[in-house]
């Protein structure tokens, strides 16, 4: 029962500062009021809007640095506009070169060919009628086959 009776005393005591600190706040809040104290935070908006207004300008010159910054890096290449079409044009030329040369050689090989036939047809033309001309020659001639055919069936 002490304990509890300690506990009661300790509780009033608590509840009689508890009522001077609300006499002690009253006190004061008529003070203010009769003092006549306002809060005034246009000064803090004021800041405000400067702090404000200095970001907006900073993040306006970022991002203009930032456009700056990506239109040169568009406008940058590993190799320049004039190279790439010089390149461009020398492949197209050399292209153009070897097609041409190309066209000539092939067309210098059937044309060497051609020659050849003729030049073929032509010798026959001339043996055969040397020969029609010559009938003793051409049984020569037969003969001279003949043994060299022999000769080379033997080796």
Same mark, same amino acid.
């Given at each position: ?58 993040? *306006?010159?970022?991002?203009?640095? =930032?456009? +700056? $910054? ?8 590993? @190799?320049? &506009? ?35 036939? *003729?030049?073929?047809?032509?010798? =026959?033309? +001339? $043996? ?8 003793? @020659?051409? &049984? ?16």
């Amino acid at each position: 029962m002490a304990k509890l009776d300690e506990i009661a005393e300790l509780l009033t005591e608590e509840i009689r500062s508890f009522g001077s600190w609300v006499t002690e706040l009253k006190v004061l809040l008529k003070n203010i009021d009769e003092f006549g104290f306002e809060p005034d935070t246009s000064e803090m908006e004021r800041l405000l809007n400067v702090h404000q207004s200095n970001l907006k300008s900073i993040s *306006e010159k970022q991002h203009q640095a =930032l456009d +700056k $910054a990506l239109k040169n890096i568009d406008k940058s290449r590993l @190799i320049p &506009k004039w190279e790439v079409a010089l390149i461009y044009t020398v492949m197209i030329l050399n292209a153009t070169v070897f097609g041409y040369f190309g066209y000539h050689y092939i067309q210098y090989e059937k044309q060497k060919e051609t020659a050849y036939l *003729e030049g073929k047809n032509e010798g =026959l033309f +001339k $043996a055969t009628q040397y020969f029609e001309d010559h009938p003793v @020659i051409f &049984k020569d001639y037969q003969e001279w086959v003949q043994k060299h055919d022999s000769i080379t069936n033997q080796k």
